[in-house]
């Protein structure tokens, strides 16, 4: 396979990948919008945002927006290594382990 060719392959795999995939930036369709309402409820709910673990959904997130950052950023959320999220879910996290505990 020539230069030219395999360097217009490389080109067009990274295109159709930009297409693919929600950047920061684009505008959230209706679709989008209904993928990530069960990542802003585990927010709502739970107060911090979601790891990919928690959220059931994961899957189909993965395919429209690639990167965990990414749906937290689309939905407006902070970080995972924000320092507040950190604190938060390590304290969600002893609290669970104490209830189970004391079951």
Known sequence: MSQDNQSWKKAKR???????FWQSGDPLTES?????????????????SPSKADIPNQEALKQRFRL??????????????????????????E?????????
Do not use: F
């Open 14 to 20: 990274r295109i159709n990948h930009k297409d693919l």
């Open 95 to 103: 609290k669970k382990k104490k209830e189970e505990m004391n079951q």
């Open 68 to 93: 965990w950052k990414d749906v937290l950023e689309a939905c407006g959320l902070p970080s995972l290594n924000d320092k507040s999220q950190v604190m938060l879910r390590t304290e969600a996290a």
């Open 32 to 48: 989008d919008i209904a993928l990530l309402q069960t990542v802003k409820q585990y927010y709502i709910e739970h107060g911090y």
